[in-house]
């Protein structure tokens, strides 16, 4: 007998009244219309909505918000004149008391929905200042009938939102964008077209040092040719306070990756300074560095706190990046490895080590699904490890390896409730149990969340919390 399959009860463009019962991971309200769930961006839990349907799936739709029937509590008036427009931020209309216990839910349901393991200990969301946190800005530059536009991405498009000053960026990158912007229209450099690939300035990227208040400007081109290259040096060093770095970086493919790999020093220096906690760190053009900087310090703080370490312990970071928490953790460790599949990055790490005078680490560049085997072939077994996976979470080879080394605790810090929680299954299977998780607000007035994770193996007697 053919199964019967139920009609969907929307219908694309015709506007419905819904009850929003709860907020997606991305931020947008949720809600169902007869049992069939609707994604409603700018809508939140509690309210009654009216919402005109611009997609139909089999299993969802998402729905444009047109009026709040019934308004939440929480709701509060955008900050930002574009908001609604632009695609940059997606929780402005929450307060942001209500955005830290959002967080933290999101992390409470993907662990409760995804790994169902033993009750861990969720804590409350740290949060931090909610504005002008961002110490990088990257904004597309496009043109409208002549004029430039510099600014973020409208929701779900390439069309540019024209932005005089993003209230979530550090002062300075606001001010190089609308020199830029200013500039660039005066000497009539030619801006970059997606659809035809003419054109010459793709991206204008801004880069602070929150402690040094060090600035670099990099501008991302189609070529390798820039007119009016010195002018446009001139304009910028007379504009912009404390520039001592501006970068041209060439990427000419047909591309939504925002960089290409070949950067050209214009002026200045190669790379800005800034620090976190007691180390100084050189910031490149292409260098990962966290883009808010205070919170960054307490996240490390907590990684140390977790991985409760002593003098004599071994520690393996795995996805280390720049080496950042690389370097926290040899603080209190006899001899820590960092692995980073990034040549880059590994480059940058060892040079930052050098810097700040660290002499017990190793950085190791290669995939983790081949670097972290090859170290328990050579007889590593670190008491402790670290993992700061991308959002994609760690290879199911990785968590294999990890378990085989057997270390007392892991520390797992992640981007993705979702990609945590899975991991935290399997590691929970081979006797990893997740003692407790401490989310952070990383960058307030979006749906992303970061979060600190001790495990502790099962067998092992000491005092797993940091109180």
């Known amino acids: 007998m053919a199964r019967v399959t139920e009609a969907i009860p929307v219908v694309k463009n015709a506007v419905y009244t819904i009850d929003i019962t709860g907020l997606g991971s991305s931020g947008e309200g949720v809600g169902k219309y007869q049992n069939f769930t609707v994604f409603v961006p700018q809508a939140l839990p509690g309210e009654t909505v009216q919402v005109k349907i611009i997609l139909v799936k089999k299993n969802y739709a998402i729905g444009k918000l047109i009026e709040v029937i019934k308004s939440s509590v929480d709701r509060i008036e955008p900050s930002c004149p574009v908001y609604y427009p632009c695609g940059g931020c997606q929780l402005q209309h ?15 349901d993907a662990i409760d929905r995804i790994a169902k393991i033993p009750a861990v200990e969720i804590h409350p969301t740290i949060g931090t200042e909610p504005w ?15 004029q430039v536009l510099v600014g973020c991405y409208a929701q779900r498009t390439h069309a540019i939102v024209d932005t005089e000053q993003c209230i979530i960026q550090h002062p300075a990158n606001n001010r190089i964008a609308a020199q830029v912007k200013k500039i660039i229209g005066q000497l009539g450099i030619p801006v970059y077209d997606e659809t035809t690939r003419q054109g010459v300035i793709r991206h204008v990227i801004g880069r602070v040092g929150t402690a040094t208040q060090d600035v ?4 991302v081109t189609a ?12 304009e910028l060093t007379a504009n912009i306070p404390n520039l001592v ?3 041209q970086n060439i990427n000419s493919s047909a591309t939504n990756v925002i960089m290409g790999k070949t950067s050209v020093v214009l002026w ?25 900087t205070k919170q960054a310090e307490r996240l490390y703080q907590q990684a140390l706190d977790y991985a409760q370490l002593s003098a004599d312990d071994t520690v393996i970071d795995a996805y280390c990046g720049t080496g950042t928490i690389t370097l926290f953790l040899a603080q209190q460790a006899k001899f820590v490895y960092g692995v980073e599949y990034v040549q880059e990055a590994i480059d940058d790490a060892i040079i930052n080590a050098k810097t700040n005078n660290v002499t017990n680490v190793q950085f190791l560049a290669g995939d983790a699904t081949q670097v972290l085997p090859a170290l328990y072939r050579q007889g590593v077994r670190p008491q ?35 990609s945590l ?6 590691l929970n299977e081979a006797n990893y149990i997740a003692r407790e998780i401490q989310p952070f607000d990383m960058f307030p007035q979006t749906y992303h969340v970061e979060t600190v994770t001790l495990l502790q193996r099962k067998d092992t007697t000491k005092c797993c919390t940091t109180g």
């Open 94 to 108: 929450l307060s942001y008391e209500a955005q830290l216990r959002l967080k933290q839910q999101q992390v409470r």
């Open 132 to 146: 002008h946190y961002r110490n990088k800005m990257q904004f597309p530059v496009g043109s409208v009938d002549g």
């Open 216 to 219: 670099m400007v990099v501008l």
């Open 223 to 234: 070529g390798r040719e820039l007119p009016h290259k010195e002018q446009l040096i001139a």
């Open 245 to 247: 770095s501006i970068v």
């Open 268 to 292: 200045g220096q190669e790379t800005i300074t800034d620090r976190l906690g007691p180390f100084t760190f050189a910031i490149s053009a292409r260098s990962f560095f966290q883009v808010n």
């Open 384 to 418: 402790v490890i670290v993992l700061d996976p991308p959002r994609a979470g760690c290879d199911r080879k990785v968590l294999d390896t990890i378990v085989a080394m057997n270390p007392q605790r892991i520390v797992y810090v992640s981007c993705n409730p979702a």
């Open 421 to 426: 929680a899975r991991d935290l299954a399997i």
